[in-house]
């Protein structure tokens, strides 16, 4: 059973790290595609999501501010649907315009923090993740769709990276399994500790 167990666990992770591998090499070669498909499937969530808060809007029971709540929000996830949907491309350069403006803010609140006076963590560490932040959202806002791109390639690395490392661990589980008995019965026997009184 042990022996039976660790193989099923190795060929998952082989199969999980060549699953890795393959979608960082689609992420690396086609960035530009796998973005598209990547906003088309989040229009697809907002058009669900989008169609769930219309039906919440009739529901009984609902109070007027409720339905009103729904409603707009309703139409805030349909038209995001139908803009990711049918203008991927656009939707994938807002989507990183705006997360570059959530890292400029980020970075300036940071850049404040970090000359507070209640600081625990090193002054210098707290202005270079500020900068860091301040230069990400920077490059974001100014190059959103190249920026979109850019995390395709980097997510792509990482994929392949974190694939190579699951084959490896994959091909040494593999390796110990070879030691193990077939049976349980060829085990030595499990003594049961004594009861003390």
């Known amino acids: 059973m042990p ?3 660790l193989t099923a666990a190795w060929k998952l992770l082989l199969l999980r790290g060549v699953i890795g591998i ?3 090499i689609i992420l690396v070669a086609w960035p530009e595609a796998t973005i598209v498909v990547l906003m088309v499937l989040v229009g697809v969530w907002a058009l669900i999501d989008g169609i769930g808060l219309a039906a919440q809007v009739f529901a009984k029971g609902a109070g007027t501010g409720q339905r009103v709540l729904f ?3 309703a139409l805030v996830a349909l038209v995001v649907a139908m803009v990711a949907i049918f203008t991927p491309d656009k939707a994938a350069s807002v989507i990183t315009w705006l997360v570059g403006i959530w890292l400029l803010v980020r970075g300036l609140f940071e850049l404040v923090g970090a000359f507070s006076s209640t600081v625990a963590t090193p002054r210098w560490l707290l ?3 500020a900068l860091l932040d301040l230069v ?3 490059l974001f806002v100014t190059h959103p769709g190249q920026s979109a791109k850019g995390i395709a390639v980097v997510i792509g ?3 392949i990276a974190w694939g190579v490392v699951f084959v490896v661990l994959a091909l040494a589980a593999r390796s110990a399994t070879k030691d ?3 049976d349980v019965s060829s085990l030595p026997p499990v003594i049961p500790p004594t009861a003390s009184a």
Do not use: E, Q, S
């Open 3 to 5: 022996k039976d167990l």
């Open 22 to 24: 393959v979608l960082g």
């Open 71 to 73: 409603g707009v929000m």
């Open 127 to 129: 202005v270079l993740g």
């Open 136 to 138: 990400l959202g920077w």
């Open 157 to 159: 690395i990482l994929a």
């Open 180 to 182: 193990l008995p077939d």
